[in-house]
Structures are given as structure tokens and as C-alpha cells.
């Protein structure tokens, strides 16, 4: 951890951070360390099958408000680092992957990280495995803005719903009980995206996750992430 000095998330939609490395998040912003979050798509208009159609003007009504809930739940995390582009939700495979990751580039070129969070490939959402493409474009090797560190995180309600190739870790972050419950605060601003017990997204099988990923390797409290290139100097 004291290898991280300037972290950024890259996430599909405004709560994917959170539920991805939200406990990590409040870890490193405990110890100082600067964090920025790049929101690609918004996360609302996926559920109007022909948003064109609607009021436009309660659509964005709706996308400012997910928003707002983004910036208090990196509030409730320790940040205040971010960006939302809105890109429209659930149609990044409509959109060119170069584009996408040219706003990754010029994400990195300015603010320099070491460290980059973003989705697994394995994700049934299609928004998240095209964030995913587009980051390891941004972050390919050779590149005059390649970062040493490259990891993915599993989203409830997306990894684990890849039956035949499961989200696999191979990198654990010890988390206290203090950031589970920091995680817990900043997913409960996400109102409009968590439900009760089964849905995945909700308070208990935050918890459980933390819990279950932790005594994966001998501890309380993990997330759980999949180091795709990692650079020791």
C-alpha cells in the first residue's frame, strides 16, 4: 500500500466504485493518499428502452441525481477527486472503444497515477467490459502515459453473475471495519439502485463479501481484485 501514491478509479457508472473497491477507497484516503474517480456513462438511461422517446427533461433530471449521489457517497468515502462524462448508460459497445479510451488517456496525461482500479473483463455487463477494453488501451505498456499498477474489481451484481468464468482474484486489500462501514454509508446514497436480500446490491451482501473475501486470506475484512500488470521499480 505505500507503493500508492496517486490512485485512480475508472468506473462505468456511479456506484460501480463503490461496490468495486469502496472499502479500499476509504483505506487509502485515510492515509492521504490523492484519489480521483472517472465516471464514463451515466447510469440511468439503460432503463428506458428508447430514452429519445421520454421527457428529456426528466431523464436529465434523473442523471443529476444519480450524480449527486456519486459525489456524496465519494464524500462519505474521502473524496473529492472526480469526474462524470454521462457517456449514455448501457450503450458503450455503441460507442467507438478508441473514444473511450482517448478520455482515459487524457484522464491519466493529466492527473499522472500510478495506480489504476477498474472493471473485470468477466463482468456480464457489457458497459464494464467495454471500460475495461478501453483502459487497458489507455494504460498499454510503452505508452508515454503507462502506469505501473493496472488491477480489476468485481461489481455484486455483475461479476458473480458469469457462471462459466467467474470473477478470479489474485490480489487482496485488508480492509478495516471502519471502511466496510464507510462502503456500506456511501452504497446507501446509491437509494435508487439498492434492494433487500437476494439482490446482490444491498447492505448484507456488502458485508458478507468483505467478510468472505477477508477469510480468504486469514483476515476480518478484504476486497478482492485481479492484478492485470503490476510494475515493481
Given at each position: 500500500?505505500?507503493?500508492?501514491?496517486?490512485?485512480?478509479v475508472i468506473?462505468?457508472?456511479?456506484?460501480?466504485?463503490?461496490?468495486?473497491?469502496?472499502?479500499?477507497?476509504s483505506?487509502?484516503?485515510?492515509?492521504?493518499?490523492?484519489?480521483?474517480?472517472?465516471?464514463?456513462?451515466?447510469?440511468?438511461?439503460c432503463r428506458?428502452?428508447?430514452?429519445?422517446?421520454?421527457?428529456?427533461?426528466?431523464?436529465?433530471e434523473?442523471?443529476d441525481?444519480?450524480?449527486?449521489?456519486?459525489?456524496k457517497?465519494?464524500?462519505?468515502l474521502?473524496?473529492?477527486?472526480?469526474?462524470f462524462y454521462?457517456?449514455p448508460?448501457?450503450?458503450?459497445?455503441?460507442?467507438?472503444?478508441i473514444?473511450?479510451?482517448k478520455?482515459?488517456?487524457?484522464?491519466?496525461?493529466?492527473?499522472?497515477?500510478?495506480?489504476?482500479f477498474?472493471h473485470?473483463k468477466?463482468d456480464?455487463?457489457?458497459?464494464?467490459?467495454i471500460?475495461?477494453?478501453?483502459t487497458?488501451?489507455a494504460?498499454?505498456?510503452?505508452?508515454?502515459?503507462?502506469?505501473?499498477?493496472?488491477?480489476?474489481?468485481?461489481?455484486?451484481s455483475?461479476?458473480e453473475?458469469n457462471?462459466?468464468?467467474p470473477?478470479?482474484?489474485?490480489?487482496?486489500?485488508?480492509i478495516s471495519k471502519?471502511?466496510?462501514?464507510?462502503?456500506?454509508?456511501?452504497?446507501?446514497?446509491?437509494?435508487?439502485?439498492?434492494?433487500?436480500l437476494?439482490?446482490?446490491?444491498?447492505e448484507?451482501?456488502?458485508?458478507?463479501?468483505?467478510?468472505?473475501?477477508?477469510?480468504?486470506?486469514?483476515?476480518?475484512?478484504?476486497?478482492?481484485?485481479?492484478?492485470?500488470?503490476?510494475?515493481?521499480?
Amino acid at each position: 500500500m505505500k507503493n500508492f501514491k496517486k490512485v485512480m478509479v475508472i468506473a462505468a457508472h456511479p456506484d460501480d466504485d463503490v461496490l468495486g473497491c469502496g472499502g479500499t477507497i476509504s483505506k487509502l484516503a485515510r492515509q492521504g493518499v490523492d484519489i480521483r474517480v472517472v465516471f464514463i456513462a451515466e447510469g440511468t438511461t439503460c432503463r428506458y428502452l428508447h430514452p429519445e422517446n421520454f421527457d428529456q427533461r426528466v431523464i436529465k433530471e434523473k442523471i443529476d441525481y444519480r450524480n449527486k449521489c456519486g459525489t456524496k457517497a465519494l464524500q462519505a468515502l474521502g473524496v473529492d477527486n472526480y469526474v462524470f462524462y454521462n457517456l449514455p448508460c448501457g450503450k458503450l459497445d455503441q460507442e467507438p472503444v478508441i473514444s473511450i479510451g482517448k478520455i482515459i488517456e487524457q484522464e491519466i496525461k493529466k492527473y499522472e497515477p500510478d495506480t489504476i482500479f477498474t472493471h473485470s473483463k468477466k463482468d456480464v455487463n457489457v458497459d464494464h467490459q467495454i471500460v475495461y477494453q478501453a483502459t487497458l488501451q489507455a494504460t498499454r505498456p510503452g505508452a508515454k502515459n503507462a502506469v505501473d499498477v493496472v488491477f480489476s474489481y468485481e461489481v455484486l451484481s455483475s461479476s458473480e453473475w458469469n457462471f462459466s468464468e467467474p470473477f478470479a482474484p489474485n490480489f487482496f486489500i485488508e480492509i478495516s471495519k471502519k471502511d466496510v462501514d464507510n462502503k456500506v454509508k456511501a452504497m446507501s446514497y446509491y437509494d435508487t439502485e439498492v434492494k433487500p436480500l437476494p439482490f446482490p446490491r444491498c447492505e448484507d451482501m456488502i458485508r458478507m463479501t468483505c467478510s468472505t473475501r477477508g477469510s480468504q486470506i486469514g483476515v476480518k475484512n478484504a476486497e478482492a481484485f485481479s492484478l492485470i500488470r503490476g510494475l515493481v521499480r
